[in-house]
């Protein structure tokens, strides 16, 4: 190696790097130390990029296909084991989407989006609270009722003539919640049941309320990550979805309000027993679409038979009415345009929503749904009939 070859492999290596540096023994790396040299200048000190390399290679193929497999692998993992929490985070969210109109109509009337979004929290902290102040003394009363009159109930199990007996047989009631009781392990599991509830109910309230605060910028965010070129059209479907969903939310709440109200009214009216906490079930029943209702019914007919058979048949009756009246007209006038999906796909929305996600996939399947056929109509039916 010449004397000028060794000079400039000693200009490329490092003053920090590998000393000492002894050029004569590093062999081929003292002359790409000298290649590295000459192409090392005060414009690019680093050198310019060099080929890339054949992506046609079989081993580079074979490099892309193993990675990309264990990449997909580890983000079902990843997901797999956040799925509570993003769970979590999915329905804060949607919560946070379903108040943006009330925000965005206070802003528009002038206020600070950070006085608005504390206005409609306080307002809606004061509703439930208030909701709870005179809700509890009357629930703890019906259940410490229900919890007087459990003999006279399993006496009632006991008794093969009457109607209690009857369902025992059939179903074992009295076995199942015998077996729901004995043991400590299930009183501790009841204890860590409802201390996972409350915690998840505060990281609830506090993704909703970052959410609902930081929601125009994360509006934009997602917008960013659109091609400029479809930027434009993105932001008129993305916030024509928003709209159909906040729309929706609010929607749904004041109908399981009425549905709730005429409940306990006509609970009330015939003396049907825990009259409150059945009006509270069927509201929070009825927030779930097509099934909701329908349950709540069903377990409010069947408390309803302990008054007599008649009172029964009349609460059964009762709930048919509601439902078609829910249907036919508090939907179309309450929820207006705001979600426009025909029955078939509510009722399939619903059930998969259901399987997948359980009770928090049938909240939002029919949001979703009308979300996916707003696209289509949008986006994939105007390009299949340009094809």
């Not at 390399?53 to 193993?66: C, K």
């Not at 802003?107 to 950070?114: A, D, G, S």
């Not at 609270?129 to 459990?150: D, K, M, N, S």
């Amino acid at each position: 190696m010449s004397s000028f070859a060794d000079s400039d492999a000693d200009h490329a290596h490092h003053d920090q790097v590998g000393q000492p540096h002894d050029a004569t023994a590093e062999g081929p790396v003292a002359d790409a130390e000298a290649e590295a040299a000459r192409i090392s200048d005060s414009d690019r000190p680093l050198g310019t990029i060099g080929k890339r390399f054949d992506r046609r290679s079989p081993f580079l193929i074979g490099l892309y296909a193993a990675a990309g497999v264990a990449v997909t692998y580890g983000l079902v993992l990843v997901l797999t084991g956040l799925r509570e929490m993003l769970l979590l985070v999915g329905v804060a969210l949607f919560i946070a989407v379903g108040l943006e109109p009330l925000v965005s109509w206070l802003v528009r009337h002038r206020l600070p989006r950070w006085l608005a979004v504390t206005t409609v929290f306080l307002g809606v902290a004061a509703v439930i609270g208030g909701f709870l102040a005179a809700a509890i003394p009357v629930v703890v009363e019906q259940a410490t009722q229900l919890v007087q009159r459990a003999p006279e109930y399993l006496q009632q199990a006991q008794d093969n003539s009457s109607w209690l007996g009857k369902l025992n047989d059939r179903f074992h009631l009295r076995q199942a919640v015998e077996d729901s009781l004995s043991g400590g392990a299930g009183l501790l599991d009841a204890g860590l049941a409802v201390f996972g509830a409350v915690s998840d109910l505060l990281i609830l309230i506090v993704l909703t309320i970052y959410f609902v605060v930081d929601l125009p910028r994360i509006r934009v965010a997602l917008y960013r990550l659109v091609p400029n070129s479809r930027r434009p059209r993105a932001i008129l479907i993305g916030d024509a979805i928003s709209a159909k969903v906040g729309g929706y939310v609010l929607g749904n709440v004041v109908i399981s309000v009425i549905a709730g109200a005429t409940t306990l009214i006509w609970l009330l009216v015939f003396n049907v027993p825990f009259a409150l906490l059945l009006a509270i079930a069927v509201a929070v029943l009825d927030l779930v679409p097509v099934i909701g209702s329908i349950i709540g019914g069903a377990v409010a007919s069947l408390v309803a038979l302990t008054v007599s058979g008649p009172v029964c048949l009349a609460t059964i009756g009762f709930f048919v009415l509601y439902r078609l009246v829910e249907d036919y007209v508090l939907v179309p006038r309450i929820i207006g345009n705001a979600v426009k999906v025909p029955a078939l796909v509510t009722v399939l929305a619903v059930i998969l929503g259901g399987a997948l996600l359980g009770v928090v996939g049938a909240l939002v399947a029919i949001p979703v749904a009308a979300a996916v056929l707003l696209v289509a109509e949008e986006v994939l039916y105007p390009r299949l009939d340009r094809a």
